[in-house]
C-alpha cells in the first residue's frame, strides 16, 4: 500500500531539512524529496568552505529542532560567536557594533556549514516522521508541497510561478585564510572602490582562522581566481590593508554570481516557496541563510496555528506566511540592495557623505542600537 504523507518538501538543503524536523514536531508526517550528488559535489566532501553569520532567531530554530552544531573530538570548533563587527569606508569612516552594547551574548554566530549539514543529518536519522525520499520516482502526491530547491527551481518553473531578478554586476568570492593571531570574535568588514570584503572569524573565540567573503566586479573575481596565493594574497591587502605576512591562503576561493532576486507570487493551493526559491540577495548584511529559516519558521507556526477545518494546502492560509515574510524580505532585501547601489557610486560627494553617514550612525546610539538587532533578528 502506497505511503501517505501531510507535507512534501522538495530540495534537501538546511532550509528544507530543519522545515522537515519543525513540521515532524506538529506529529505531521513528511516526506522530504532529495537528489543524490553529483560525482564533484561527492568528491568535494569536507573541501566545503562556506561559512553562514547566523542570528540569535536562527539559532533558536535551530537549537529547537536539535540540529545547532557542537564540537566533537578534535576537530575544529564549529561555531564561532561575534563579540564585535568592525566596518570601514573607503575614505576613514567606521562604524563598530559590540555585543555588549545591547546586553546580548554575540552579535552573531558564524557556523561553518558542513558541520551544520553533518548536525542535520544526524537530526533527521532520529525522526520518525521524516522520510528522506531519494529514489527516481516522485513521492506521492500531498495536500502541501514545499519547495526549497535554491534560486534555479525547476519545480517552480514546472507551475508557472515567475521569479524576477536583477543581476549584480559582481560575483562574491569565499576562501579561508589562517592569520598569525587569534581573531578574538571580531568580524571585519571593507568598502572600498565599491568593492566589499568581509573576514569572519572561525574556529571559536581563540582561533585564527577566517572565512572571506569578498564582492567584486565579474572580470576582476575571474583574474582573482587565476592568480597564485602569493598573488591573491597581494590582492587581498590592496582592500583589507593587512599586510600580506599575516595572510595565508588555506583553501583555494570559490566564486558564484550575486543578484537580488524574489518570486512574484510564494504561494499557490497546496503549494508554497521558501528560502532561496522564494528570494535571495547580496551577502554583505549576512542575512541569506537567516532570511530562509525565517520563512521555514514562519511556515511551521501558520501551519500549526491554522483552524482545524482548514487543509494544510488552504491557499488562505498560506497566504498568512506569504504577506509576513514578504514584508521582512522586503526591508532586508531593500537595505541590502541600497547599501550595494550607495557603495559602487563613484561620484566623490557620494563616497564623502556615505562615509560621514558611517561617523554619524556610529555616534547615535539609539539608530546603532536598533540596527544591531534588526542584524540580530530581533
Not at 506529529?27 to 547566523?54: E, N
Not at 502526491?141 to 525547476?154: D, F, H, I, K
Not at 497546496?270 to 525565517?294: E, I, K, S, V, Y
Request: charged residues 20%; hydrophobic residues 45%; contains cysteine.
Amino acid at each position: 500500500m502506497t505511503q501517505k504523507f501531510d507535507v512534501c518538501i522538495r530540495g534537501g538543503g538546511i532550509v528544507g531539512r530543519v522545515l522537515a524536523l519543525l513540521l515532524a514536531q506538529q506529529q505531521l508526517k513528511v516526506v522530504l524529496r532529495v537528489w543524490p550528488p553529483s560525482g564533484a559535489a561527492a568528491a568535494q566532501g569536507h573541501s566545503d568552505i562556506r561559512a553562514y553569520a547566523l542570528n540569535a532567531a536562527s539559532r533558536e530554530v535551530l537549537e529547537s529542532v536539535r540540529a545547532w552544531p557542537e564540537r566533537e573530538g578534535e576537530q575544529m570548533e564549529p561555531v564561532t560567536p561575534v563579540d564585535r563587527m568592525e566596518v570601514q569606508g573607503d575614505q576613514g569612516g567606521r562604524l563598530c557594533f559590540r555585543a555588549a552594547d545591547v546586553g546580548a551574548e554575540a552579535l552573531n554566530w558564524i557556523v561553518d556549514v558542513p558541520a551544520l549539514e553533518q548536525r542535520l543529518v544526524q537530526a533527521l536519522r532520529f525522526q520518525s516522521r521524516v522520510v528522506v525520499w531519494d529514489q527516481a520516482e516522485d513521492p506521492p502526491a500531498c495536500p502541501l508541497t514545499v519547495v526549497c530547491e535554491g534560486r534555479r527551481s525547476a519545480t517552480r518553473a514546472e507551475w508557472g510561478m515567475s521569479y524576477d531578478v536583477k543581476s549584480y554586476p559582481h560575483h562574491a568570492l569565499a576562501a579561508r585564510l589562517h592569520l598569525p593571531q587569534a581573531h578574538s570574535g571580531v568580524a571585519k568588514q571593507w568598502f572600498k572602490d565599491g568593492e566589499i570584503a568581509a573576514l569572519l572569524p572561525l574556529g571559536g573565540a581563540q582561533g585564527c582562522d577566517v572565512a572571506l567573503v569578498w564582492s567584486a566586479p565579474h572580470l576582476k573575481v575571474t583574474e582573482l581566481l587565476a592568480l597564485n596565493a602569493p598573488d591573491f594574497v597581494l590582492a587581498l591587502t590592496q582592500i583589507t590593508g593587512l599586510a600580506p605576512e599575516d595572510i595565508c591562503l588555506t583553501h583555494s576561493p570559490q566564486s558564484w554570481p550575486l543578484e537580488l532576486s524574489q518570486a512574484q507570487h510564494w504561494v499557490l493551493p497546496g503549494l508554497a516557496l521558501a528560502g532561496d526559491a522564494a528570494h535571495a540577495m547580496h551577502p554583505l548584511a549576512g542575512q541569506g541563510l537567516n532570511a530562509g529559516l525565517g520563512d521555514v519558521a514562519e511556515l511551521a507556526r501558520v501551519l500549526q496555528a491554522r483552524e482545524y477545518w482548514r487543509s494544510l494546502g488552504d491557499v488562505k492560509l498560506l497566504r498568512r506566511y506569504e504577506r509576513a515574510r514578504k514584508a521582512e524580505f522586503a526591508a532586508m532585501g531593500g537595505l541590502t540592495d541600497g547599501l550595494f547601489t550607495l557603495f559602487k557610486h563613484p561620484h566623490p560627494w557620494v563616497q564623502q557623505l556615505r562615509n560621514q553617514g558611517f561617523d554619524v550612525v556610529n555616534r547615535w546610539t539609539p539608530i546603532k542600537t536598533w540596527l544591531t538587532r534588526q542584524a540580530m533578528g530581533r
